[in-house]
């Protein structure tokens, strides 16, 4: 049972982060109608900058924490600027293309971020140094460590914050009308471009914060590591039906939740024959599973039968 | 008509001449060469899915896989080695004949391109896409992991001492001589591709005239007034799918027996989106233009990496070959994109709906 509860922690801690990049997906795609692939490059290249502002301060004498505070800001920023670039350079100017160009030009977006990352930071794995305090806290059983105490606070913060700027406020209530229908907003006196603008960059955000707690949770960083939380956290905004808010992160929760404890009991439920590396197939088969059954995705609004 | 017909025979002598040619300047070239019409033979296959009948496969590279690892295992001493049994039924080794494997290895990955066609029938494009990309991944996971308990796919060390093609006692692995002139074993899987792009080609322009094709063209465009006008949309969908992975089983055993080494590295998701990406940067949907997409994509930057030395010195050993590959490949991407959004060489635009609504600025 301690195992389960245990899984239970590293998963929501997991699905956390899996919402934070899965609702710059959903958000954009449901917007533009485009799978922003190089989105997963984002939160990189945030993790990448934090660690690199972390090393510049390392003998600041500052403590841990106020290290990764500065870092954060600087993350976002960059991640913001970067995002805000990528979507006037390579998808707007495909606004009224066949579908598939945009898609090109994010996936090769995708390669082009990893490219330059790899040229400005090396292509070798770095430590991200332990900057908060390791030392687990007891739950009674399962534990639970600083960092990812943090990765919960900071992920329902941004997720209220989130949902009051869509729900509650001009831009938000601008995001929606063109979600809807982008001419008829027009119409009401909403810019479609400056609301595609601010959706990128809040999706940058979100996925700069995910980024740096990512580093600061498996304590590495790479030109490559963007990838598979991207391909997951897109499969989660999938999961959920994409296009929906809450739906990212019902998905993402989801798919953290399952594959912890997916990875932590299939080698005694099969006797050993699969082991926790089949742990990423389990993203892909729950979304295989959940779309046969819904294809919306679980969240998703039912779409008439239509290519 | 007549200048046609000389252009077609110049271009047809140049194609067979033109491997006689690089093999002087080393095999690597041939190597690239023979590479660029594996390439040709995916992408015309991918085209079928995603040109022709619109549904969005990002994990065609599974299919390549089931292909390649048929040969690799019905051809290699991988399984007589692990299982007894095998061993003790065929004392010989086990080297399965071309005309059972390659048949074997394209029904399989037909059946396995029918099998995820079933449940997806229903997902509108872009999830189709996220599902066929999730296939991919669950097969390449299982290349990497079934070794255990039982070592099928020998995990990420791969499959080596695979069983070069052999057409009627023909061995495409010997270097042959026509008198003093010697051509390599590369030439003669070049000269193999070649044919097989060439019958493929014929395939696809024949498909793309017949009922079926137009059939699948029909549901690219609008699905429910195909449906209407009486196809059966889902068994359509099918077809596409399994006749796609088909060109991609074939492909891959190809591609086992021309490398004599399959890994699971080769199938990675990286490789569907460049196959995905040749065909619609070549002109989707348009067979010259695949052709020119696959040929581009897989060969330039092959051909780049000897040019790649000067520039690495430059810039102190930053930008190696590799390095400087990946970047044009993506440069590539984004900018033919950016000034030909419908590909370099689109089909003729006859017959097509009129131009987009002003509504759908945002779609």
């Known amino acids: 049972m301690e195992t389960f509860f245990q899984q239970i922690i590293n998963g929501l801690v997991l699905g956390s982060m899996y919402a934070l990049v899965a609702l710059g997906y959903t958000m954009v795609y449901g917007i533009i109608n485009l799978i922003n692939f190089a989105h997963g490059e984002v939160l990189m290249v945030g993790a990448l900058t934090s660690w690199t502002v972390v090393t510049l301060l390392a003998d600041s004498g500052l403590p841990g924490w106020a290290m990764m505070l500065i870092s954060l800001p600087v993350a976002i920023v960059v991640c913001s600027a970067l995002n805000f670039t990528i979507e006037k350079l390579a998808y707007k100017p495909l606004r009224s293309a066949p579908r598939l160009a945009p898609l090109i030009t994010a996936m090769g977006m995708s390669l082009l971020l990893q490219t330059v990352a790899m040229i400005i930071w090396k292509p070798n794995p770095k430590p991200y140094p332990l900057l908060l305090p390791t030392d687990p806290i007891d739950l009674g059983g399962p534990v639970i460590t600083v960092t990812q105490c943090l990765i919960l606070g900071i992920t329902v913060a941004m997720l209220s914050a989130l949902m009051y700027l869509v729900n509650r406020t001009k831009l938000g209530r601008a995001m929606r009308a063109t979600a809807e229908n982008p001419r008829v907003a027009t119409l009401m006196g909403v810019r479609p471009d400056m609301v595609i603008s601010a959706t990128f960059v809040i999706g940058a955000t979100l996925a700069a914060v995910a980024g740096v707690m990512w580093a600061a949770n498996y304590g590495t960083v790479q030109h490559s590591m963007g990838f598979l939380p991207g391909l997951k956290a897109f499969t989660a905004a999938v999961l959920g039906g994409i296009g929906n808010l809450a739906g990212a992160v019902v998905g993402g929760l989801l798919l953290g939740l399952v594959e912890a404890i997916g990875a932590g009991y299939l080698g005694d439920l099969t006797g050993g024959v699969l082991g926790s590396h089949y742990a990423d197939i389990f993203a892909f088969v729950a979304l295989i599973l959940v779309l046969t059954l819904r294809p919306a995705g679980l969240l998703g609004e039912r779409v008439a039968d239509r290519a | 008509m007549k200048n046609k017909l000389f252009l ?336 370099l060489w689109p089909s003729p635009e006859h017959g097509k709906a009129a131009p987009r609504p002003v509504t759908k600025l945002m779609r």
């Open chain 2, 8 to 343: 077609f025979i110049i271009a047809a002598l140049a194609l067979l001449a033109l491997p006689l040619f690089a093999q002087q300047f080393g095999q690597g070239w041939v190597r690239i060469l023979a590479l660029a019409l594996l390439y040709v033979l995916l992408a015309l296959g991918l085209n079928i899915v995603v040109g022709y009948a619109g549904l969005l496969d990002l994990g065609y590279v599974a299919f390549y896989a089931v292909g390649a690892y048929m040969y690799a295992l019905l051809a290699s001493p991988h399984l007589t080695e692990n299982f007894e049994w095998i061993a003790n039924a065929f004392p010989n080794g086990l080297h399965t004949p071309i005309w059972l494997v390659i048949p074997l290895a394209a029904g399989l990955a037909a059946l396995a391109g029918v099998l995820l066609g079933t449940p997806v029938l229903k997902l509108r494009g872009d999830y189709l896409a996220i599902v066929t990309l999730g296939f991919g991944e669950i097969i390449r996971v299982f290349m990497n992991n079934l070794e255990y308990p039982l070592n099928i796919t020998n995990g990420p060390r791969g499959l080596d001492r695979i069983d070069a093609m052999n057409l009627f006692g023909f061995d495409f692995g010997k270097t042959k001589y026509i008198g003093e002139f010697a051509i390599p074993s590369v030439t003669l899987y070049y000269y193999l591709f070649l044919a097989l792009v060439i019958f493929s080609v014929l395939i696809c322009y024949r498909l793309e005239r017949s009922r079926i094709g137009r059939a699948w063209m029909a549901i690219r465009e609008d699905e429910i007034a195909a449906k209407a006008m009486g196809i059966n949309t889902r068994n359509m969908k099918l077809l596409a799918f399994g006749m796609g992975a088909t060109f991609g089983g074939v492909s891959g055993s190809m591609f086992a027996a021309f490398q004599g080494f399959v890994s699971p590295e080769s199938f990675s998701l990286q490789e569907s989106v460049m196959i995905v990406a040749m065909i619609v940067l070549g002109g989707l949907g348009h067979i010259p233009g695949v052709i020119l997409g696959a040929v581009l994509l897989a060969a330039l930057p092959e051909v780049l990496r000897y040019v790649a030395g000067p520039l690495q010195e430059m810039t102190g050993g930053r930008l190696d070959a590799a390095i400087l590959r990946q970047l044009l490949i993506a440069l590539a991407m984004i900018s033919i994109m950016l000034l030909r959004p419908r590909g």
